[in-house]
């Protein structure tokens, strides 16, 4: 069956650390990968896009991984900062639609 | 520009009542979409649009309809409203470029349904 995993419902990092959150999948073949962030009781908001023939992407302190062989995708968040706390989804596109993992909740602790 | 605006932001229902909820966006937009959120299972989509005129099912269709008469607005009905269907509903855009859109969503509405 298909499915979208991300590594853990929620990571606690010390401010400054670099975050890594993982999202993982199977039986899909996406032709691209993107990130959103959600804060509480908002609407998600696109962080970066990744295609199938990409390695990786960063835009300022964010950095996206994309490894179609092993169906993972990585997204680091360098020199974490309060701020950074939220919730981050995967979001996978195989087709027309968009499917979405369950997200990670991420507390950058001072 | 507002970008994706939706009505109402929070709503309780009774078991058996019907609603509309409205999504609009100002972005000229062809694609819009009706997710809802639950906790611990993520966005999953109920139905959606490539324009104007056009419906489509997503994942989780049963017990809602929609409709997309006008480009800027995509309206999710609950005809007969059951507890099952509390959850946080969520509406989304984008145009037409598929290799570089980007998801534009609004703000969400809170649904009770008792």
């Known amino acids: 069956s298909q499915k979208i995993e991300q590594n853990s419902e929620a990571l606690n990092i010390q401010e400054g650390k670099t975050a890594t959150l993982t999202c993982n999948y199977t039986?899909?073949?996406?032709?691209?990968l993107q990130w959103y962030r959600q804060d509480p009781g908002r609407g998600p908001v696109f962080l970066l896009l990744i295609r199938e023939n990409e390695k990786e992407k960063r835009k300022e302190r964010l950095k996206v991984t994309f490894d179609t062989t092993l169906k993972q995708s990585l997204f680091h968040i360098t020199a974490s900062q309060p701020a950074d706390s939220a919730t981050y989804l995967c979001?996978?596109?195989?087709?027309?639609?968009?499917?979405f993992g369950p997200g990670t909740r991420l507390s950058v602790l001072p | 520009n507002a970008g994706v605006t939706q009505t109402p932001k929070f709503r309780v229902l009774k078991t058996g009542q019907s609603m509309t909820l409205l999504c609009a966006q100002d972005?000229?937009?062809?694609?819009m979409y009706w997710y809802r959120q639950d906790p611990g299972m993520g966005l999953r989509l109920i139905h959606y649009?490539?324009?104007?005129?056009?419906?489509a099912k997503g994942e989780v269709p049963d017990g809602y309809n929609v409709s997309r008469l006008k480009k800027q607005n995509f309206l999710l009905g609950l005809e007969s409203a059951a507890p099952s269907q509390t959850s946080v509903y969520f509406c989304a855009s984008r145009g037409e470029l598929f290799y570089h859109n980007e998801q534009f969503f609004g703000p969400g509405t809170r649904l009770t349904v008792l």
């Open positions: 979001a996978l596109a195989p087709g027309q639609n968009f499917v």
């Open positions: 039986n899909y073949s996406p032709a691209y």
């Open positions: 649009s490539v324009g104007e005129g056009t419906t």
């Open positions: 972005m000229n937009h062809e694609y």
